[in-house]
């Protein structure tokens, strides 16, 4: 099988580094070499060249960094014409924008002309991985996993369940939405590179029967994942709180109905007690940290240091369109902000870590990607060292990796991203 | 004298939305006339191209928008260096980072290409008109004049007043600053379209004596400005108090030196009680609010409803190097977010006034620039609203011209910016 190789500056995690802080590789003048779209090796270009075969052309990225594909682990695809509407915190941004938005979705060919843009706008990011929202209806998800699938993505996708609180043409039938998940799960999960997610929108949008349904579905299908939002919003929290009187908290409400295990990712969690977040952590849940999008819809500050202190499992999500941006470099600018706000510096290190192996960990996918270890899937971004005039001064003066790394997450943009590679194969030149 | 004509959409504001909301104009197809580097006539271009020369070539902009020049209230240029450097809340910020960087400007060819790299990025984001610290050196204002003169800019700057708390090479000599200072006012107070700033750094870093001879230089160049930083972070603020135990609050150390007036510019007031507020308003000073700084470094959110109800002026800053883009754009989102963290919704007219008008009124030049009222100085911008496939599509639906106005400040950067014009010439191109 053919060879191919990339020569760069390259960067890459090997474990977290609240875990071990020297846990990464970084290769000033470094090489990737990719065969049948996984890692091959990836070294300094002096100690791999050699390997290589006479026949490999090596390309060569000068003023540039390799690091693996960003992952994003909560996004909404639907939502990509609300993305910077005004005015609105979380339960009101639900009725008067996102609603609306979602309704388009009945049409296959809004379904279908939205997830092509979508699919582009991720690769365009850098990002190679997502854990997406659909609308409730099957064709969305549908559509989205046809658009990932032509671009040979590893992307886990749902169609949202929903049975009340929302628009008529926006819940679920009578078989409150068991049936179009069904169909999904055995069209879609484990083909390719995608996976499903079980998509209760959240609490307040499902019946407990619906919910009860959707522990069902998991109960039944144990390699899917489930995708929902906790806690992002205080005035969401009350209403949780109102419609489910038995539940001692809103976490509960998903535990009572089978929905919270090591293959469930729960949105924001902005405002957590220390209750849940046990509870989060010993059954293996994760939280997906949205910063730009708590920060737009005014939802809050998330608790970095208490979900450490808990151990639990956590990265970064965009969280279009209630997030402002596709870049997970500016994701992770603005987790930096919320941590400073509270008074805890996060390091480049664990930011990248978040945006890249921390999140394939927290989508149960790190034995496929999230870094560059021997026979790992070939996802990668090729970063531009100099995108804009700012970004080429600002970097050439940071001498150290992690000051390096700090100045791209805090500058950089998607016009840091040259190119983006999916198993091996280019699928977006700037 | 030869006329020139821009055609395109056209925006700009004629007094504070808070007001009047209704004082601001928007042409679809407008068309803007510049004669002699003035504003000679803006309306639609139906009613105007009558009104032109024979001999007058119209410049026609497709898709774009052209409104004022953004007007940055805060900036440092020494800082552009430090941008996006890691860890630190403010007086460590200093110590850490600013003061080592702003030790180079001994250095005149330093002060020069900084100056240089700072004036073409301040246009290629738009900002045409800005009130700028320096450092402790003569040098390094007069660098930055000189280069401001070039390009014809209204820019405002200072070299900075420093005698304690920062290394000896920052520190002003036995004058304590006064005869820099008074050379520099002599050179450049006037000249063109530049001003002076007196520009003691902040209260931690100079004795009362300082002070006291920065009010009498004041006193004797009543037309120039003040610029110096207050309240801003939560530590700053108690130092100050143990500094300065005779003044009842941080304010008062600039009252008493006769340093607050109508000319007077504190930066941030991020942490100010409801007295201060009462008497910068009292004495027509204003705030320069600074929100990716202050998210950046961790001050903390500052508080707009109090100074509205206060009517505190106020206006918008970058804080390069605390602040992370020189983008009044992005300035303007981060504003936003720090509004919705605290329940109060932004608007996109409050906001683009903050960033034009309002900042020329903060800044004193209102008469001058601003918005596109007859006569003014043509400091303009042209705004692709195609910048990037997300703004284009995004642009696209919002119908609404606040709708509009809201997603180019969510989605907006230095991309958006076609074209810069200063006095009706053109000093950028994308």
Not at 38 to 59: E, P, Q
Not at 145 to 165: H, P, S, T, Y
Request: overall charge positive; glycine content about 8%; some cysteine.
């Amino acid at each position: 099988m053919r060879q191919y190789a990339y020569r760069a500056q390259i960067f890459h995690l090997l474990d977290d580094p609240q875990h071990d802080a020297e846990a990464f590789q970084y290769f000033k003048d470094g090489l990737l070499i990719v065969e049948d779209g996984h890692v091959k090796a990836v070294g300094s270009f002096r100690r791999l060249a050699k390997t290589l075969r006479a026949s490999t052309k090596i390309n060569h990225y000068k003023n540039h960094l390799i690091m693996p594909g960003f992952i994003d682990t909560h996004i909404h695809f639907p939502q990509v014409d609300i993305i910077g509407s005004y005015g609105r915190q979380l339960l009101d941004w639900l009725q008067d924008y996102t609603f609306p938005a979602e309704l388009a979705f009945k049409d296959s060919k809004v379904c279908v002309e939205t997830a092509r843009f979508f699919v582009k706008e991720l690769l365009r990011n850098g990002t190679t991985s997502a854990l997406v929202f659909g609308t409730v209806h099957e064709g969305s998800a549908d559509a989205l996993f046809a658009e990932a699938q032509k671009k040979n993505m590893r992307l886990i996708a749902g169609k949202v369940l929903m049975d009340r609180g929302a628009p008529k043409g926006l819940l679920d039938g009578k078989d409150l939405g068991r049936a179009a998940t069904k169909r999904l799960i055995k069209k879609w999960h484990g083909r390719g590179r995608l996976g499903y997610a079980i998509t209760p929108r959240f609490a307040p949008t499902s019946t407990p029967e619906q919910l009860a349904m959707a522990g069902v579905l998991k109960a039944e299908n144990p390699s899917v994942h489930v995708h929902t939002h906790m806690c992002e919003n205080k005035d969401e929290i009350k209403y949780v709180g109102e419609l489910f009187p038995d539940s001692t908290d809103y976490l509960d409400v998903y535990e009572k109905h089978g929905l919270v295990g090591d293959k469930t990712v729960l949105a924001h969690g902005v405002h957590m007690s220390a209750s849940m977040c046990k509870r989060v952590s010993a059954n293996g849940a994760a939280i997906s940290l949205c910063p730009t999008s708590n920060m737009f819809i005014g939802s809050g500050l998330f608790n970095l240091s208490q979900l450490r202190r808990h151990k639990v499992r956590h990265a970064l999500g965009t969280d279009i369109g209630g997030g402002t941006s596709f870049s997970m470099l500016m994701t992770m600018n603005a987790a930096y902000s919320v941590c400073q706000l509270r008074d805890l510096s996060l390091s480049s290190m664990d930011a990248f870590y978040m945006a890249t192996l921390g999140g394939a960990k927290v989508l149960g996918m790190d034995k496929y990607v999230g870094n560059f270890e021997l026979g790992k899937e070939a996802d990668f971004v090729v970063m531009d060292l100099k995108a804009t005039p700012l970004i080429a001064r600002r970097l050439k003066i940071a001498k150290r990796l992690k000051a390096l790394l700090f100045a791209i997450m805090i500058l950089g943009d998607d016009r840091m991203i040259a190119e983006t590679f999916v198993m091996g194969r280019s699928v977006y030149k700037k």
